[in-house]
């Protein structure tokens, strides 16, 4: 069965600082992986999405790696914005089967 | 190109009585996904319906139930509705070429509150 952890839980860092989100997952069966936003109250917005042939994905000032061996995906994002802040997910399927989700990492930039 | 449409936005129920939600993915879209959000369990997968057959199904109970239509928008429906089903209601639409989604999009979700 998939699991999905994130680390941080939750990250308060000043604005201008780059940052680094962490996803973790147990079977490393996966075919996407992908990183959603989600603003309190809302939808999730989709980020990236990291197909199990590829090794990272990149939008804007966001960049997404993924590396399946070692279970693990990190979001990186550069010179973070007050509106940034939001809570980031990420979720892995497996060919075939539903997206499982992490718990989130709560940002909050600070201006 | 229109978004992943949820109506109603919110919902506000008593124990006991159903409810139905409607989801329409985005034009060319034909697999629908259903998720539930609460603050203790996270986003918790319900069931995918593709080309109106069911493919997969979350572990809920059979209260509830989802059916996709020929144009691919999808309704769930909740019977006999429980204090513990509020949550948001979430619903994701994506393209599949042969067995492999591709990106997901979510629709803005349907708030329940069971009263």
């Known amino acids: 069965k998939q699991e999905v952890t994130q680390i941080p839980a939750a990250l308060s860092v000043p604005e201008g600082e780059n940052l680094v989100l962490n996803c973790s997952f147990t079977?490393?069966?996966?075919?996407?992986l992908q990183w959603f936003r989600q603003d309190p109250g809302k939808g999730l917005t989709s980020l990236l999405l990291?197909?199990?042939?590829?090794r990272e994905q990149t939008s804007g000032r966001l960049n997404a790696s993924l590396d399946k061996s070692s279970g693990r995906s990190t979001l990186y994002i550069a010179a973070s914005q007050p509106g940034d802040s939001a809570t980031y997910l990420c979720?892995?399927?497996?060919?075939?089967?539903?997206?499982?989700f992490g718990p989130g990492t709560r940002l909050s930039v600070l201006p | 190109k229109a978004g992943v449409t949820q109506t109603p936005r919110y919902l506000i129920k008593t124990r006991g009585q159903q409810v139905t939600l409607s989801c329409s993915p985005i034009?060319?879209?034909?697999?629908v996904s259903w998720y539930q959000q609460t603050p203790g369990q996270g986003l918790q997968f319900l069931f995918e319906?593709?080309?109106?057959?069911?493919?997969n199904k979350g572990n809920f109970p059979g209260r509830f139930s989802g059916r996709q239509f020929s144009n691919s928008r999808s309704e769930m429906n909740v019977s006999t509705l429980e204090l513990g089903d509020s949550a948001l209601y979430l619903c994701?639409?994506?393209?599949?070429?042969?067995?492999?989604?591709?990106?997901?999009?979510f629709g803005q979700g349907t708030r329940l509150t069971v009263v």
């Open positions: 079977d490393s069966a996966i075919y996407n």
């Open positions: 994701a639409s994506s393209l599949v070429v042969g067995p492999r989604s591709t990106e997901a999009f």
């Open positions: 319906y593709f080309s109106e057959t069911q493919r």
């Open positions: 990291i197909q199990s042939s590829q």
């Open positions: 034009s060319g879209h034909r697999s």
């Open positions: 979720a892995a399927d497996k060919m075939g089967q539903n997206f499982v």
